[in-house]
């Protein structure tokens, strides 16, 4: 079984810095994609940023030059790295990674960390 599992998160004001982290564990064989997704209130789930597993990125248009994605390889954990945050930045952030335990790639999701930017 795998489980992703978030830190990180809180209040903080605008213009100010946060950090998540998100580790996976469990029967892991090999993870591709690791990224991270966000959800506002009334909101549908967006994109935040991706990272493959040799380090490619990929970022939303509204955090590019803000958000920095990094991974872990050897810890099973991705990073994001949030600079001049704006209130429109106060949502839930999940975790996803795509993970396989034996033969195939499955999706995973952890359970969510809030992040309030107060202006």
């Known amino acids: 079984q795998v489980q992703l599992v978030e830190s990180g998160g809180g209040l903080v004001q605008a213009g100010g810095s946060l950090g998540l982290s998100c580790a996976a564990s469990?029967?892991?064989?090999?993870?591709?994609?690791m990224g991270w997704y966000r959800q506002a209130p009334g909101k549908q789930r967006e994109l935040v940023a991706t990272?493959?597993?040799?380090?490619?990125?990929n970022y939303a248009d509204s955090v590019k030059g803000r958000f920095t994605i990094s991974r872990d390889n050897a810890k099973n954990t991705v990073y994001l790295h949030m600079n001049s945050l704006k209130p429109e930045d106060t949502a839930v952030y999940y975790c996803?990674?795509?993970?396989?335990?034996?033969?195939?790639?499955?999706?995973?999701w952890g359970q969510g960390t809030q992040v309030t930017v107060s202006s």
């Open positions: 996803n990674a795509e993970i396989r335990s034996s033969w195939y790639y499955s999706q995973y």
């Open positions: 990272i493959t597993s040799p380090g490619s990125t």
């Open positions: 469990g029967s892991i064989a090999s993870i591709r994609v």
